[in-house]
């Protein structure tokens, strides 16, 4: 991630980095980098199946309560959309998931499930963490906070090497706590920008920016300037040496000489592109980004000498008479001891076909934005909740260049993409967003350039989006029941689908269920299919009911064991928070809210027997794609039915994925089922002793079925 080849020339080179221990202090955090991070490493976690949304609240809650042990104050930065010139890297990213990804069953890649990042938002809420989502990308805001408050920086983003703060690696910090007599740390490497500055004596944190650009960062592709590198003669057979010679190269210029001495090399017809490139890299790595500066306590006189001391980078010279510049220029370091038979030629290829697609494909539009062009053009409403971290990244990219990106799911490729059925929810999203004050309603619909999966590969879809009724600067000032007119539309909930019967932070998961079950589906859904579902909706009340429990061993001496520890430990002790809802919701209410100690730890075994990866997931054979599939199916449906629920200003209670979805669990209890000749009769016995935990699973089942069912009729 970020400059390809320097996470690796860091870690192999100590000397950059020592030991450094985390306490008493405030750590600036990449957000979604983390998230990644922890769901890679999680090993309770398992990714074929779409998402143990559980277990990964457990894991991101246990992070940041260890760094709350330590006195630390994490200060959460997110990523909100993607800058038009990371589109090539995005396009060529999203090529090389899918092939990756191809066959679920013998598929090695980690696809990141679509939920993840509500999970990660729902832990910063549960802990009250401060966190923000930039407008762009987090990372310039991510280095001008750290630096701004002296703090480090904890991510795995190569970037971050060169960004003038200190940097905490993730592959440098320990999960483990260690305690001294102060208290707890936590132990880590971490790597402070002197360190680079005094191995290559003169190099100038100035030019650093330079520095990534010649690397190859995830805005430009290094290959861009292989006849700069041939004419240096550093092409050479590693990365790392490759990077050597740039540092090396660089501390003998200033900014502008390097510059010139790099666009000499490049085609005429090039420069000018590439050469604004470098101006807008460098200048976002310096310009301080008020609005992020002033959501973390950074004083306004503070911002405003920053804003008021940045000078804007600006080349000085002129691309038309480049040649008639001294040679001395960029001939006083040659590097002549590398084989000039190392070339660098496959990333070029690959870099042409990226920029084929886009420039074939992607109709984006000509004009050109910047974090305070847009803000300026929006409603305020809105960039207070994008800030706040209530939309997804996605939004600002529909606003700015009309693409989305459709993420890929482990899902059947022998059917279309399993984000397809929700695409009526998202072209309600997509008309909203699109539709301003000043647009004039016509019959032409706007087309939003659609990248999703088609079979085996990346393919392109336009969805055609006609303008809303209502515009976004409007959408705020409509009454409740105007807005929940608008999703229950989208959704397809009719009042006989009574969702009032539930608990507020149930109602709109239980309208995604209604949604994706009344859609035509090339894969037939059944009851099984639904009871499946419902079954795991069951493990929030137990994990509220008695705690976590998820012992790493499934044998019946450790579930034993833990059934003895609940009610010997934390079954007499544990205080529960009770949902509340209004009358309406009285009888699902009182029957959670009612719901023994002892009632879920009998349950207990069953859930854990059938959340383990060695049940049915062991024996998983190519029939189980289409098991997976219509799941994925259901979690497109569910997360674009938060995203618009999220955009009317949060007509329902977001639901908590947490509390509902273990994809595991989900494939497991599905395959059990499917083998019963009468399955509830098998929920029953295996349900037995737990009367209440049932009791909920046939009330949630049969008002389902009934909704279903009127809605046939």
């Known amino acids: 991630m970020g400059i390809s080849g320097l996470t690796k020339y860091i870690k192999e080179r100590g000397s950059y980095l020592e030991p450094f221990e985390i306490d008493n202090t405030s750590l600036v955090i990449d957000g ?25 609240f457990h894991v991101v809650f246990q992070f940041f309560n260890d760094l ?31 092939e990756s990804a191809r066959g679920i069953s013998h598929s090695t890649s980690t696809l990141n499930p679509p939920l993840l990042g509500t999970i990660f938002i729902d832990v910063l809420d549960k802990l009250e963490i401060r966190y923000a989502m930039c407008i762009f990308e987090a990372d310039d805001a991510i280095s001008s906070i750290a630096k701004n408050l002296n703090v480090p920086i904890l991510s795995s983003d190569a970037d971050f090497f060169l960004c003038g703060a200190n940097f905490i690696p993730y592959y440098g910090y320990e999960s483990r706590l260690s305690r001294y007599a102060r208290g707890y740390v936590k132990k880590c490497l971490i790597y402070r920008i002197e360190k680079l500055l005094e191995r290559f004596q003169g190099l100038d944190i100035t030019v650093l920016p330079l520095a990534s650009i010649l690397m190859g960062n995830d805005y430009v592709d290094s290959s861009i300037f292989d006849a700069f590198f041939r004419h240096m003669k550093i092409t050479m057979a590693t990365k790392q040496q490759r990077i050597e010679a740039i540092f090396d190269w660089l501390k003998n210029h200033s900014l502008n000489t390097a510059i010139i001495a790099i666009l000499k090399c490049l085609p005429v017809e090039k420069r000018e ?20 500066l002033s959501l973390f306590n950074i ?20 691309l038309n008479n480049l040649e008639d510049i001294d040679d001395s220029i960029d001939n006083d370091v040659k590097y002549n001891n590398f084989p000039a038979q190392y070339q660098n030629s496959d990333e070029s290829n690959e870099l042409v076909e990226c920029s084929d697609f886009v420039d074939e494909n992607l109709n984006v539009s000509l004009e050109e934005w910047n974090e305070e062009k847009l803000v300026a053009s929006l ?25 989305c990106k459709v993420s890929l799911q482990y899902e059947d490729f022998s059917y279309c993409s399993a984000r397809v059925i929700s695409f009526p929810i998202l072209t309600k999203i997509c008309s909203l967003l699109i539709t301003r004050k000043d647009c004039k309603i016509s019959n032409t619909n706007t087309v939003i350039e659609l990248l999703i999966r088609d079979g085996d590969k990346l393919g392109y879809q336009k969805l055609p989006v006609p303008l809303s009724t209502v515009s976004l600067d409007d959408v705020r000032n409509l009454s409740e029941s105007e807005r929940k007119k608008i999703i229950n539309e989208t959704l397809q909930i009719h ?8 608990p507020p932070s149930w109602q709109l998961y239980v309208a995604a269920i209604l949604y994706w079950m009344r859609q035509d589906n090339d894969i037939k859904l059944t009851n099984v299919h639904l009871r499946a579902l419902l079954i795991s909706m069951l493990i929030g009340i137990i994990d509220r009911t008695i705690g976590f429990n998820r012992p790493k061993n499934i044998n019946q001496t450790q579930v034993r064991q833990t059934l003895n520890n609940l009610f010997l430990d934390g079954i007499n002790k544990k205080k529960y928070q009770k949902i509340i809802g209004d009358d309406k919701s009285m009888l699902m209410m009182n029957l959670i809210n009612s719901i023994s100690k002892e009632d879920c730890a009998s349950a207990l075994p069953f859930f854990l027997e059938h959340s383990d990866l060695n049940n049915e997931s062991s024996r ?3 029939s189980g794609d289409n098991i997976i599939h219509v799941y994925s199916q259901f979690q497109s449906c569910l997360a674009h039915a938060m995203d618009l629920n999220a955009l009317l200003g949060g007509i329902y209670v977001q639901p908590s994925p947490s509390e509902f979805f273990n994809g595991t669990l989900i494939y497991n209890v599905y395959s059990k089922f499917s083998t019963q000749s009468d399955v509830d009769t098998y929920i029953a016995t295996r349900l037995n002793d737990s009367p209440g935990l049932l009791q909920i699973f046939k009330t949630l089942h049969k008002m389902i079925s009934d909704a279903l069912k009127s809605c046939n009729n």
Request: net charge neutral; aromatic share 12%; with cysteine.
């Open 620 to 622: 998983f054979k190519q």
């Open 273 to 292: 592109n590439i050469l604004h490139l470098i101006e807008t890299i460098v200048n976002d790595f310096s310009k301080p980004p008020a609005v992020m």
């Open 68 to 98: 709350l042990q330590c006195k630390v104050t994490p200060l959460v930065i997110l990523d909100g959309g993607w800058e038009r010139k990371k589109t090539k890297t995005i396009i060529k990213r999203f090529s090389q998931q899918i």
């Open 299 to 318: 004083s306004e006189q503070s911002i405003s000498e920053q804003l008021n001391n940045f000078t804007p980078f600006k080349f000085q010279g002129s």
């Open 32 to 56: 979604y980098n983390l998230t990644a991070n922890l769901y890679a490493t999680c090993k309770s976690c398992n990714h074929l199946f779409g998402g143990d949304y559980d277990q990964f």
């Open 379 to 403: 409603p305020q409403w809105f960039v207070n909740d994008h800030l706040a971290g209530k939309f997804p990244g996605y939004f600002v990219n529909i606003l700015t260049d009309r693409i």
């Open 495 to 502: 009042d006989d689908d009574k969702l009032d019967k539930l």
